[in-house]
């Protein structure tokens, strides 16, 4: 599949910031510590990478014994009794490159209004339907030459990925070092940005894109779709919302909605913040994002 002009079809790894490189089977470190790219997704060969860490990607944190237990059980364990090593706040040791390439990571994290943000289960639902439609979701989402932004999950998730993916689109992934570890989450393609905390996941997300759709899921997904809804709301974002109702998956929640309008808390104004499509085309149409495919205009 060809990849579409200006779209970075690279792996790549933000750590708390700082872009690297996905060591993966297409990249081949020398003595030095550098790594080479021997072949870039699709089998093409040679580009130069620049340095990456030696530390594996998925280090644990390190834990330090305070006080007394410390002395007497000496310097690092995985204990929850302890005081984080980090370099300055209490999270995740520094793991940096020793010059990040600045102008590539400003790059990397511009707001782009091609990137659209969409929230779905990490699970695939007991409904084969739901895989089936989010691939649908992924490959329409290619075709409109938008690029997405998600959790980095499977389930829904990794199929909607994968769809964009095979559609020849861009993939960025915000994923919180401790989902990483259990997710094994590297993508063959795309941009994953390995952050602290969940907070700090679901702010870069809202930050990346220009607007969000929301296809079936659970709490996680609800509760995404509830906090954008809530900062529009509050007039701390301005992008638009849709909610992509196949097969009536969000007619609960949905009457949810409608309850609280007529139970005086939501005014019917801030009930149309969040937008009800049916399919792909009418979710992109009512959120005016990207190129509709000729002749539907
Ligand atoms: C529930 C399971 C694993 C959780 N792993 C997640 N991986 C990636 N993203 C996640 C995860 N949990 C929540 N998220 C975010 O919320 C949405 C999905 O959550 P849901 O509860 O499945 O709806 C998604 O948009 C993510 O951004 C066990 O497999």
Redesign the pocket.
């Known amino acids: 599949m060809r990849s579409r002009p200006g779209l970075d079809r690279k792996a790549h790894v933000i750590l708390d910031g700082t872009l690297v490189p996905i060591r993966g089977p297409h990249l081949r470190r020398h003595a030095n510590g550098d790594w080479k790219e021997i072949s870039d997704s699709s089998g093409n060969h040679s580009r130069s990478e620049g340095h990456i860490p030696r530390r594996p990607l998925a280090s644990p944190p390190h834990w330090r014994l305070s006080g007394w237990p410390g002395l007497l059980l000496g310097a690092r364990v995985p204990l929850r009794i302890a005081t984080r090593v980090g370099a300055g706040s209490a999270t995740m040791p520094p793991f940096r490159t020793p010059n990040p390439p600045r102008e590539t990571t400003m790059r990397t994290t511009e707001v782009s209004n091609r990137r659209i943000a ?6 695939p639902g007991s409904d084969p339907g739901h895989l089936r439609f989010a691939r649908e979701f992924g490959t329409a989402l290619a075709q409109r030459g938008l690029e997405l932004v ?8 990794g199929a909607l990925a994968e769809a964009v993916a095979a559609a020849g689109s861009g993939i960025t992934g ?2 919180p070092h401790s ?1 990483r570890e ?2 094994n ?1 590297d993508s063959p393609r795309g941009t994953i940005f390995v952050v602290r905390s ?1 907070h700090e ?2 702010a870069l ?1 809202y930050r990346l894109c220009s607007a969000f759709a929301v296809l079936p ?8 779709l509830m906090e954008v809804a809530t900062w529009n709301n509050l007039c701390l974002m301005d992008k638009p919302i849709v909610v992509v109702n196949h097969l009536g998956f969000f007619d609960p929640m949905l009457e949810m909605l409608d309850h609280l309008v007529r139970q005086g808390f939501l005014t019917r104004e801030e009930r149309r913040l969040i937008q009800v499509a049916q399919s792909p085309d009418e979710a992109f149409d009512l959120l005016r994002i990207g190129v509709p495919e000729p002749g539907t205009v």
């Open positions: 969409v929230f779905c289960g990490a699970r998600y959790g980095t999950g499977g389930g829904v998730m915000i994923v989902l259990q997710q989450a969940l996941r679901k997300m899921g659970g709490i996680g997904t609800l509760d995404e």
